[in-house]
Every structure is written in structure tokens, then in C-alpha cells.
């Protein structure tokens, strides 16, 4: 199967989700050695799960397939650019290649503009819309420390 042929199954699950009015006009798949592994919708407002994003509902559907918290050897076709949460998911999950349709420039044209996010990320903590603030009790590395000495952790 082509490119191509992946990218209208992603945009299938997409306009499937806007016309069943079960979330936002965004599907993905996951694809290894041209099978599809993964399929995700948007489901935010359907499970009231703001990272229930295609993208990431795709990895989550793939690595259990897999059974395996990365996705070496393969590839996501999207619907949509990713957005800031979901690049994310996509570095961590280690797929080779992304593919998308629109653009965020077309995402945000109907409303789904995640600027304000790529703007907050270069802010100073200070200066961010949301507070973050450090606080640190006696141990508050105890667990990085205990991780780091653990002869038995899975790296990943």
C-alpha cells in the first residue's frame, strides 16, 4: 500500500469522527512494514480527555499491538500537522517518519490554534500564562535518585 493510500485512511477516520460527531476533524494511523498497527480519533470531548488527541490515541493503539512503548520501524500518517502535545508523544514513542495532510496554519483557521502554545514553551516560567512554580522538599530527588542507582530499570 502507498503513502497515499495510508493518508486517506488517516483523513477517513477524520471526516468518520466529524460526521458521527464523536470529536475534532483529526485521525491517525500508525503503520509498520505496510500494515496499520494503530488507528486514533480525536475523542476529547467524547472522554473528556484533553490528550485524547489522533495522534496520541494512534501510539497508544500501536504500542499495545506491539506491546512495546516504542514504535521503531514505524510510521504515523495524521490527518493534521501535530500539535505541540502530540510532537511530543511522536519523539517519545520514536516512530521513523510522520506524515501529514493540513497544516497547523489550516488547523488554526478553524479554530484549533495551538500558537499560544509554541509562544509559552519560549517563555520564562515567570512569564508564562499558567504559574509553575519549583518547590522541593527534603527529598524531592529521591525518586530520580533511586532510579538512577537501580541496577534492574528499563531505560527508555
Not at 494503530?38 to 499495545?64: F, L, S, W, Y
Not at 493540513?102 to 516560567?125: N, V
Amino acid at each position: 500500500m502507498s503513502d497515499f493510500h495510508f493518508m486517506e485512511k488517516a483523513i477517513e477516520l477524520a471526516l468518520n469522527n466529524v460526521l458521527t460527531k464523536q470529536g475534532g476533524p483529526f485521525g491517525a494511523i500508525v503503520v509498520k512494514d505496510g500494515k496499520i498497527i494503530g488507528m486514533g480519533k480525536n475523542e476529547v470531548t467524547t472522554t473528556n480527555d484533553p490528550t485524547a488527541h489522533a495522534e496520541v490515541q494512534a501510539i497508544r493503539d500501536a504500542c499495545r499491538f506491539l506491546n512495546d512503548f516504542q514504535l521503531t520501524d514505524c510510521e504515523i500518517y495524521t490527518s493534521c500537522e501535530p500539535c505541540p502535545m502530540c510532537i511530543g508523544a511522536i519523539y517519545w514513542a520514536r516512530p521513523k517518519a510522520v506524515y501529514y495532510a493540513c497544516t497547523k496554519q489550516d488547523a488554526a483557521k478553524i479554530g484549533f490554534d495551538d500558537q499560544f502554545i509554541y509562544d509559552q514553551l519560549s517563555l520564562p516560567f515567570e512569564n508564562r500564562k499558567i504559574q509553575m512554580k519549583k518547590i522541593f522538599p527534603t527529598n524531592g530527588d529521591l525518586p530520580f535518585r533511586t532510579w538512577e542507582n537501580a541496577n534492574d530499570k528499563v531505560e527508555y
